[in-house]
């Protein structure tokens, strides 16, 4: 299913798929900063959903997650939006997927975080 899912091969939606994967059993985990994708990522009875397939992220910001993701893993939330540079929505939108919640923070206190991130680039 991960595989169907990655290419997006199969004569179905993708939507049959998910929910066949959940007829069978498996589970979805949320995106992961740190496992970003490009593909579907197996963890035993769950796939891992990418965070490069959030809705509204551009090519730009795509790439420079994988590029930096292949230089190390990412430490923070303020690691990552120094070392990539997202556009603040889209920073808005891996935060509301999930992507960073392996940091340990509410996603409200990731919102606030986000937020002063932006105010401090906009300041340079």
């Known amino acids: ?8 091969k199969g004569f179905y939606d993708p939507l049959v798929y998910v929910l066949e994967s959940y007829r069978l059993g498996l589970k979805f985990l949320p995106p992961s900063i740190n496992e970003p994708g490009p593909a579907f990522a197996v963890h035993g009875n769950a796939i891992r959903v990418p965070l490069t397939r959030a809705k509204g992220l551009t090519e730009r910001t795509i790439k420079r997650l994988l590029a930096e993701r292949e230089r190390g893993s990412f430490a923070s939330l ?3 939006h120094r070392r ?38 906009s300041r340079k």
Not at 1 to 8: E, F
């Open 1 to 8: 299913m991960a595989a169907v899912l990655t290419n997006g």
């Open 78 to 80: 303020a690691d990552f």
């Open 84 to 121: 990539v540079k997202p556009l603040p929505e889209e920073l808005e939108t891996m935060i509301r997927a999930g992507g960073f919640d392996e940091f340990g923070e509410t996603r409200t206190r990731q919102f606030w975080e986000a937020q002063q991130l932006v105010k401090a680039e």
